[in-house]
């Protein structure tokens, strides 16, 4: 039998916007609107690991790089994952 992971009570405060969004959606899938939270914070955090990896992927390229040509490109893709430029 597998162990059910502990549970912790948040309390999060939304804006109406979004709590909309949050509620439709949960409705779309016939699930809790605590369900759809907890899968989108999830979401969120796969993709803000995946986006760490990227930019690490892509500064171990730029340090192997020879091409002056593939240097600039490597350097702008990183300048946009940390500025957003």
């Given at each position: 039998m597998a162990k059910r992971e502990?549970?912790?009570r948040q309390s999060v405060s939304l804006p109406p916007r979004v709590a909309n969004r949050v509620r439709?959606?949960?409705q779309k899938s016939r699930a809790s609107s605590n369900r759809v939270l907890v899968d989108l914070i999830e979401a969120g955090l796969e993709s803000k690991e995946a986006e760490k990896q990227r930019f690490f992927e892509l500064a171990d390229r730029l340090?192997?790089?020879d091409d002056p040509e593939e240097?600039?490109?490597l350097k702008k893709e990183l300048a946009?994952?940390?500025f957003g430029i």
């Open positions: 502990r549970v912790v439709a959606l949960a340090t192997e790089c240097k600039r490109r946009r994952l940390t």
